[in-house]
């Protein structure tokens, strides 16, 4: 699946402020096709920032991203969602009022095209729709093994099934590019196998780019294929596992440097 | 042509021409817009140390001014039924922390919002099955005479009792501000409505807080229904004018206590300078009742957060 | 045990996605339907239909409108009355103006007027959420009632500003107005009850009714995975306003027959969405047990009384229903936000089982 010499997303000298507070400064890093990469940090270091800017929540004064060779200045999160970037969030952003399912087919909600007047009375392709996109999403339920859960309203799940169903939804969109902000925080250790195995499984069956923000390193190490370090803002390095792990520069962010 | 003389020159004209009559509906504007302020100042109160919109303000208002009378009535004494009403004020506040507040912690705002609206259900039934639903006039003492002021350019005429309305809020307001920055309880007040959980770990008990601020809110409402009443006597009407403090509020920003003060004052003299000089000659009048509503609707549409309000960055 | 889902196999999701999954719940829907239709008018007094069943469906509609908006949208309103008020006035208005327009076309019509109304209202919400939005559709309903009552256009300059609803007829029956039977009115709104019904339920259950719950349970979610917020919320105050249009269109043709500000004044408002509240938040069928139940219990506050031989003074009653409202509403809110609706779901779990304790 590797064809490294294929671009998907490039972020080109990003610089994002808030009034005074500089939350990014020239950041630039490819992500190739069908990799995963990880973008890790010390708390504080623009992670999730950069996944909000790509995703167009934030608007970045500085800088260009270029997605599938189309560059783009400003954009809605709606737009960007069209395009192909579906992404999970660091404090779960379910719809708690509804069902598993409910919340898996909001994934799916680009794709539908039935008008009001079909939706009202359900014919047509009111009906028609609803069938074909309830099997397409039953395929990523049963992808992420979470059937028995259904019809329960999210609100009730614990947290690991909770952050599993917002992976489901992120992939019931079938998305080309999958930001994953933290999808292993809080989990304890056989959860966080678990969900490291459907990141795996999405990335090689599916053939899905992924973009990852992760704290825990041995997680970052084993799964990603290249990794770039943010530290204030900053891009501190890039590289393969193995070279991040031999750079100077990132160990002394992490570990913090002697001043003697 | 001719409409368009009467909306934008032919007002203009008649202020200039009648200075004193402008003066005048300026000042009942006013008056009535620090009414407004008063209602808002307890919204304002409750919404920065709770994130509660108290949606039963304005029937707060009318419960204390129909307990404050009520008891009047009954042959006590304005000061010992003042001290008694804030008495019965704190003890609503505290019912209202243990019976609503606290089972509903944690719930979205529009919950707790809706929950309010109980409140004012419940409390206006509550009152009036007291103190009975009759216009009750208000006798503390205010005096209330007209005074004539001879402005340079004519005769003003003033309400006596307008006047007191006014340094009576200013007071208020004075005290509150000096309440807010100077005392423990202020900091502590001002800390949780910065953060609940941060407050919370360093030490500032939150329930205490929050009885506090109802009753702080309480007190206003009593504050502002005694001046309300003495105007117009105590009856129910006054809680269908005391929502004309939610645009107020629109006006001013939710936090915002020199906001809720200013947005009253704007409210309240541009409803009755629209009234006079717009809505009778050409509307047919009555437009009182959806000015501030309306303006307050415009409003959202350029500066959701109010004149005074912080902008709010999201975060996701 | 006898009503039940166990071994009730779907073998489609098109079975798995019908409206009522549990034969047993289908034919009791069927059923009761049925009855309403054929039964009620037959068996069911004069003031039974006049009195409750006629303003009680009505406002089952104006419910289901604050519901989609309120309960799956998550936008309060408290200017329902002055939409019911569009719908009643555009109603007259067109009904005496279009004489030739059946008067089934006419209703939905003042719908569509009350949606684009809805709609002009609804703006300010791509700025603002919960209860700032409050504070616009109370815009709608002091300036929206101060229109209608300062424009004499609106009732045909009639003189006293408060027109009798016209007598038109469906199938040569009359419908509205003061000559039309209470039976044929009657058919005529359950028509308009259960198309209306039906329809939001079809609602929920597709990607409009989603989208309106994404953006109630968490919007900035919900924009990032491709949900417009504008058009979405916009969407449901269109539809809201419809709801309410039909329902005040029909309360003052088949109801009060007369148009007038005072039936749809701010409580009009509260009383609907306390009907929202009770019946339960984000439910159809909520929608309709909140309706009877709010319109029911002042009757029975007043009569509760003479069956016991008291006599209470009117004032009291009316300040008792006040303070019960209060109540009800805080208790609701805090003991079962999804109102009579999830009882009644509780229930129906708790016979599944029956007799077995679980």
């Given at each position: 699946m590797n064809r490294p010499e294929h671009i998907l997303l490039s972020v080109k000298d990003i610089s994002l402020r808030f009034g005074g507070v500089r939350a990014l400064t020239d950041v630039s890093f490819d992500i190739r096709e069908g990799e995963i990469f990880a973008i890790i940090g010390p708390n504080g270091a623009g992670k999730s920032s950069m996944l909000n800017c790509i995703n167009g929540f934030y608007h970045p004064q500085e800088g260009t991203i270029t997605f599938k060779g189309e560059e783009r200045r400003q954009m809605r999160p709606h737009e960007a969602a069209a395009q192909g970037i579906s992404r999970t969030f660091q404090n779960i952003a379910l719809f708690k009022g509804m069902t598993t399912l409910e919340n898996v087919m909001t994934g799916r909600m680009l794709k539908m095209q039935a008008s009001f007047v079909e939706q009202a009375l359900y014919i047509g392709r009111g009906k028609r729709e609803e069938i074909a996109h309830r099997e397409k999403v039953e395929e990523v339920i049963d992808f992420l093994e979470i059937q028995s859960i259904r019809k329960t309203p999210v609100g009730r799940l614990p947290y690991g099934l909770q952050k599993r169903v917002e992976l489901a939804r992120a992939l019931a969109a079938e998305p080309e590019l999958l930001l994953l902000d933290e999808p292993m925080a809080g989990m304890n250790v056989e959860e966080k196998e678990d969900m490291c195995r459907f990141v795996l499984s999405t990335n090689h069956e599916l053939g899905t780019t992924i973009a990852l923000i992760e704290h825990d390193m041995g997680v970052v190490m084993d799964l990603s294929d290249r990794v770039v370090v943010l530290d204030y803002g900053r891009k501190l390095a890039e590289g393969t596992p193995d070279e991040i792990r031999g750079n100077q520069d990132v160990i002394d962010a992490y570990l913090g440097v002697s001043h003697d | 042509m001719e409409t368009l003389y009467l909306i934008f020159i032919d007002p203009f004209v008649q202020m200039v021409v009648e200075p004193a009559f402008l003066v005048e509906v300026l000042i009942g504007g006013l008056m009535s817009g620090v009414m407004y302020s008063l209602v808002a100042l307890g919204f304002v109160l409750i919404f920065k140390a709770s994130g509660i919109f108290n949606f039963a303000q304005g029937i707060f208002v009318l419960f204390a001014a129909l307990n404050f009378v009520g008891l009047m009535d009954l042959g006590v004494h304005p000061i010992l039924a003042f001290l008694i009403t804030v008495g019965i004020m704190t003890v609503l506040a505290f019912a209202v922390d243990r019976l609503v507040l606290r089972p509903l912690v944690n719930q979205d705002p529009i919950i707790l919002f809706m929950a309010t609206i109980g409140i004012a259900f419940f409390l206006e039934g509550f009152g009036e099955s007291i103190w009975g639903g009759d216009v009750r006039p208000v006798r503390v003492g205010i005096p209330d005479a007209a005074l004539f002021w001879e402005a340079g350019f004519g005769e003003i005429l003033v309400q006596s009792s307008d006047l007191f309305a006014g340094v009576i809020a200013a007071f208020l307001v004075t005290v509150l501000a000096l309440f807010f920055h100077f005392t423990p309880v202020g900091r502590a007040l001002r800390a949780v409505a910065d953060d609940h959980q941060a407050a919370l770990s360093v030490g500032i008990p939150l329930n205490n807080i929050w009885v506090i601020v109802w009753a702080v809110a309480g007190f206003v409402a009593l504050v502002a229904g005694i001046m309300w009443g003495a105007k117009l006597g105590v009856q129910f009407a006054l809680s269908t004018i005391a929502l004309k403090a939610l645009p107020v509020l629109i006006l001013g920003g939710f936090t915002s206590i020199p906001g809720a003060i200013i947005g009253g004052l704007i409210v309240g003299a541009g409803e009755k300078l629209f009234e006079n000089y717009w809505g009778v000659p050409l509307?047919?009048?009555?437009?009182e009742e959806w000015f501030a509503y309306i303006v307050a609707m415009i409003f959202l549409f350029f500066r959701p957060q109010g004149l005074f309000g912080e902008k709010i960055i999201e975060r996701v | 045990m006898l009503y039940r889902e166990a071994g009730q196999f779907k073998t489609s999701y098109s079975a798995d996605q019908a409206m009522l999954t549990i034969p047993l719940d289908r034919w009791f829907v069927f059923g009761l339907a049925a009855f309403a239709i054929v039964g009620v008018p037959l068996l069911a007094s004069e003031y039974l239909i006049a009195s409750i069943l006629i303003p009680v469906l009505i406002l089952s509609i104006a419910a289901l409108g604050l519901n989609i908006l309120t309960g799956y949208c998550g936008q309060l309103s408290l200017g329902t009355g002055a939409f019911m008020a569009a719908g009643a006035y555009l109603a007259y208005k067109i009904a005496t103006n279009i004489t030739w327009m059946p008067i089934w076309l006419v209703i939905p019509l003042a719908g569509l007027c009350a949606a684009a109304i809805g709609i002009a209202f609804g703006l300010p919400s791509l700025r603002i959420k919960g209860f700032y939005l409050a504070v616009a559709t109370l815009a709608a309903q002091f300036f929206l009632l101060w229109l209608f009552v300062k424009v004499p256009w609106f009732v045909n300059y009639s003189i006293s500003g408060v027109p009798t609803a016209p007598p038109r007829s469906v199938l040569g029956f009359d419908v509205t107005g003061a000559t039309a039977t209470n039976e044929a009115k009657y058919l005529f709104v359950l028509a308009f009850v259960i198309a209306l019904a039906w329809i939001a339920r079809n609602m929920a259950r597709s990607r409009i009714g989603r989208s309106w719950m994404a953006i109630r349970d968490m919007d900035i979610a919900a924009e990032l995975i491709g949900i417009r917020p504008l058009p979405t919320k916009l969407s449901a105050f269109a539809i809201s306003s419809f709801y309410c249009g039909v329902a005040g269109a029909l309360w003052a043709m088949c109801y009060i027959n007369t148009v007038e500000p005072t039936a749809f004044d701010i409580n009009r408002s509260f009383q609907v969405l306390f009907m929202v509240i009770v019946g339960g938040l984000g439910s159809v069928l909520g929608s309709f047990l909140g309706a009877a139940f709010i319109f029911l219990l002042p009757i029975f506050l007043n009569s509760a009384p003479g069956w016991f031989g008291y006599s209470v003074a009117g004032d009291i009653i009316t300040h008792i229903e006040f303070m019960l409202f209060g109540a009800l509403i805080i208790f609701f809110l805090i003991v079962e936000p999804h109102g009579l609706a999830r009882l009644w779901q509780i229930a129906k779990e708790k016979l599944r089982l029956w007799p077995f304790p679980y």
């Open positions: - | 509307l047919e009048g009555a437009t | -």
